[in-house]
């Protein structure tokens, strides 16, 4: 047992260990993925894999950490882990990755030769081989379309990594040296966070440190039961839509939540979801579970720190065979449309059990790749990959915001002036489309345009976007927000897209533009002359 204030000062200076290893990564970052969409998280970790500490960038990362670290456990065993180890793992079916292009790098931590704690980092990597550029295909069928992907592997001892791992991983990527210039980023800061740690052991000690974090966690997960308690007991229930999974176009998937709420005890089940899809629409449990988990804490009205015990107080349940808890080997990049359906369910299912404030569906989150076959300066093929989102849904006390990224995605898009200098490429209009979020008494978020030109032949476009068909939802007798738009003018005549394309050609003085989807509106427009400023 530590006091109060001790555990406060453990807590904020493992929170600041973490950040630091966050801004060193960012700042390390070869690919604009990195440096610039931040498509990344660090956290600390227990000894027996528990998260300790996490800086939130991606909310959906802190389900995946203790998996991956878990899978190293149980593979290597902590008596077979030496100082100057680090590993590698991006296998969805057995590290719980989103996809395989999220690698995570775990640095093992020894206080007086015991291995006391971890140190690990998720981040997105430009190409890991697999049938298109960014390892990404929207058309996918398997995993192995999908790019390498490693169980985990010890690929660095005494702080070198392995000369054969690395010419592996060169052998699967076009675009080699960003990928392992990030994973070297990923390595400094996992031994940076580790050095830090070292510190605050030789400062406070390790047992009132430990004793800290399991008094945090236990803190953590008693707030948030009791929160839940007051909450009323039932169940009830919600369910998205999602256009389609790539592959089987124009077969909306749906997702079905039944929220059951008993005392201080909360589940969500899943059961009635969709079977597994063919496309790569597909998520592992891992990513359910720290969907749900924002959900909750979104829905506390207060901040609460985000460690193990955020997990620890919530139950799944997901049903094998079916879209959140396929079976291998299908496929699962495009998984990101899947999880804001995830949330947005959730958020309807408990809003109906809480005094929630309730919210209308945001643009979710989309992706373009471009892959520039042509040496560059004598450098190999180069990759492009932005993350984007659109408008956010409008809320029962506030208007949406344009171009703002919702539930689990917090990324940043890349700006034109690193797109123009970096990459054979023209942005002709970055614009704001007005008005087009979701009327209501609150509007949605306004959507907003980008339009490409080619400057060189032989350029290769994938997408990974959502809402292409099915808007998003607005509440409360407001308007549902616009669909996302993506179209390609060849010679100037222009041709409609589907929300996942792959390996589309773009040569020189093409274009291709994609309107994102604006947010869904809250409220009834006519409650606005009444003097309403809130929806019950």
């Given at each position: 047992?530590?006091?109060?204030?001790?555990?406060?000062?453990l807590?904020?200076?493992?929170a600041?260990?973490?950040?630091?290893?966050?801004e060193?990564?960012?700042?390390?970052?070869?690919?604009?993925i990195?440096?610039?969409?931040?498509?990344?998280?660090?956290?600390?970790?227990?000894?027996?894999?528990?998260?300790?500490?996490?800086?939130?960038?991606?909310?959906?990362?802190?389900?995946?950490?203790?998996?991956?670290?878990?899978?190293?456990?149980?593979?290597?065993?902590?008596?077979?882990?030496?100082?100057?180890?680090?590993?590698?793992?991006?296998?969805?079916?057995?590290?719980?990755?989103?996809?395989?292009?999220?690698?995570?790098?775990?640095?093992?931590?020894f206080?007086?030769?015991?291995?006391?704690?971890?140190?690990a980092?998720?981040?997105?990597?430009?190409?890991?081989?697999?049938?298109?550029?960014?390892?990404?295909?929207?058309?996918?069928?398997?995993?192995?379309?999908?790019?390498?992907?490693?169980?985990?592997?010890?690929?660095?001892?005494?702080?070198e990594?392995?000369p054969?791992?690395?010419?592996?991983?060169?052998?699967?990527?076009?675009?080699?040296?960003?990928?392992?210039?990030?994973?070297?980023?990923q390595?400094g800061?996992?031994?940076?966070?580790?050095?830090?740690?070292?510190?605050?052991?030789?400062?406070?000690?390790?047992?009132?440190?430990?004793?800290?974090?399991?008094?945090?966690?236990?803190n953590?997960?008693?707030?948030?039961?009791?929160?839940?308690?007051?909450?009323?007991?039932?169940?009830?229930?919600?369910?998205?839509l999602?256009?389609?999974?790539?592959?089987?176009?124009?077969?909306?998937?749906?997702i079905?939540?039944?929220?059951?709420?008993?005392?201080?005890?909360i589940?969500?089940?899943?059961?009635?979801s969709?079977?597994?899809?063919?496309?790569?629409?597909?998520?592992?449990?891992?990513?359910?579970?720290?969907?749900c988990?924002?959900?909750?804490?979104?829905?506390?009205?207060?901040?609460?720190?985000?460690?193990?015990?955020?997990?620890?107080?919530?139950?799944?349940?997901?049903?094998?065979?079916?879209?959140?808890?396929?079976?291998?080997?299908?496929?699962?990049?495009?998984y990101?449309?899947?999880?804001?359906?995830?949330?947005?369910?959730?958020?309807?299912?408990?809003?109906?059990?809480?005094?929630?404030?309730?919210?209308?569906?945001?643009?979710?989150?989309?992706?373009?790749?471009f892959?520039?076959?042509?040496?560059?300066?004598?450098?190999?093929?180069?990759?492009?990959?932005?993350?984007?989102?659109?408008?956010?849904?409008?809320?029962?006390?506030?208007?949406?915001?344009?171009?703002?990224?919702?539930?689990?995605t917090?990324g940043?898009?890349?700006?034109?002036?690193?797109?123009?200098?970096?990459?054979?490429?023209?942005?002709?209009?970055?614009?704001?489309?007005?008005?087009?979020?979701?009327?209501?008494?609150?509007?949605?978020?306004?959507?907003?345009?980008?339009?490409?030109?080619?400057?060189e032949?032989?350029?290769?476009?994938?997408?990974?976007?959502?809402?292409?068909?099915?808007?998003?939802?607005?509440?409360?007798?407001?308007?549902?927000?616009?669909?996302?738009?993506?179209?390609?003018?060849?010679?100037?005549?222009?041709?409609?897209?589907?929300?996942?394309?792959?390996?589309?050609?773009?040569?020189?003085?093409?274009?291709?533009?994609?309107?994102?989807?604006?947010g869904?509106?809250?409220?009834?427009?006519?409650?606005?002359?009444?003097?309403?400023?809130?929806?019950?």
């Amino acid at each position: 047992m530590v006091d109060s204030i001790t555990e406060e000062i453990l807590n904020a200076s493992l929170a600041g260990v973490v950040k630091q290893m966050q801004e060193a990564l960012f700042r390390t970052g070869f690919s604009t993925i990195i440096r610039e969409s931040h498509d990344a998280s660090c956290a600390i970790l227990t000894a027996g894999g528990d998260v300790a500490a996490q800086h939130i960038v991606l909310p959906l990362h802190l389900g995946v950490f203790p998996v991956s670290i878990k899978a190293v456990l149980e593979r290597y065993s902590s008596d077979n882990i030496r100082e100057g180890d680090a590993f590698l793992v991006n296998h969805p079916y057995i590290g719980g990755s989103p996809h395989a292009p999220d690698m995570c790098v775990i640095v093992p931590v020894f206080i007086k030769s015991e291995l006391a704690y971890f140190t690990a980092s998720i981040a997105h990597k430009s190409d890991i081989g697999g049938s298109v550029p960014g390892s990404c295909s929207g058309k996918a069928t398997d995993i192995y379309s999908e790019g390498i992907h490693f169980p985990p592997i010890r690929f660095v001892r005494n702080r070198e990594i392995s000369p054969e791992i690395e010419a592996l991983i060169r052998a699967n990527s076009r675009s080699a040296d960003l990928v392992m210039g990030d994973i070297r980023g990923q390595l400094g800061c996992g031994w940076l966070g580790s050095d830090r740690i070292v510190e605050l052991v030789e400062k406070y000690g390790k047992d009132t440190i430990d004793r800290a974090i399991s008094q945090r966690v236990a803190n953590v997960e008693r707030i948030i039961r009791k929160e839940i308690e007051q909450w009323s007991d039932g169940s009830a229930s919600g369910d998205r839509l999602l256009d389609d999974d790539g592959v089987r176009i124009g077969h909306p998937i749906r997702i079905v939540v039944t929220v059951k709420k008993d005392g201080d005890q909360i589940v969500f089940d899943f059961s009635d979801s969709d079977d597994q899809a063919i496309g790569p629409a597909n998520i592992r449990p891992s990513l359910v579970k720290a969907a749900c988990a924002y959900v909750v804490i979104s829905s506390l009205g207060k901040e609460i720190t985000v460690n193990q015990g955020v997990l620890n107080a919530i139950e799944i349940i997901t049903r094998p065979g079916s879209l959140l808890e396929p079976e291998l080997p299908a496929p699962m990049n495009t998984y990101n449309p899947t999880v804001h359906a995830v949330i947005n369910s959730g958020f309807d299912a408990l809003g109906q059990l809480t005094e929630m404030v309730q919210r209308a569906d945001g643009s979710d989150s989309r992706s373009l790749i471009f892959g520039f076959p042509k040496k560059r300066d004598e450098v190999r093929p180069s990759i492009s990959y932005e993350i984007f989102a659109g408008g956010s849904g409008a809320s029962s006390s506030n208007p949406g915001l344009t171009g703002c990224h919702v539930n689990q995605t917090n990324g940043r898009i890349t700006p034109i002036e690193i797109l123009e200098t970096e990459y054979p490429l023209r942005i002709t209009e970055f614009s704001v489309l007005k008005n087009s979020g979701g009327r209501g008494l609150f509007s949605g978020g306004d959507a907003f345009r980008r339009v490409y030109q080619s400057l060189e032949d032989g350029i290769r476009l994938s997408i990974r976007s959502s809402r292409h068909q099915i808007p998003p939802r607005g509440v409360s007798g407001a308007q549902d927000g616009k669909p996302g738009k993506a179209t390609l003018y060849p010679d100037g005549e222009p041709k409609l897209l589907s929300s996942r394309e792959v390996n589309i050609p773009l040569n020189r003085g093409e274009s291709f533009a994609l309107d994102t989807p604006s947010g869904g509106g809250c409220g009834n427009l006519s409650e606005s002359s009444q003097g309403s400023t809130r929806v019950a």
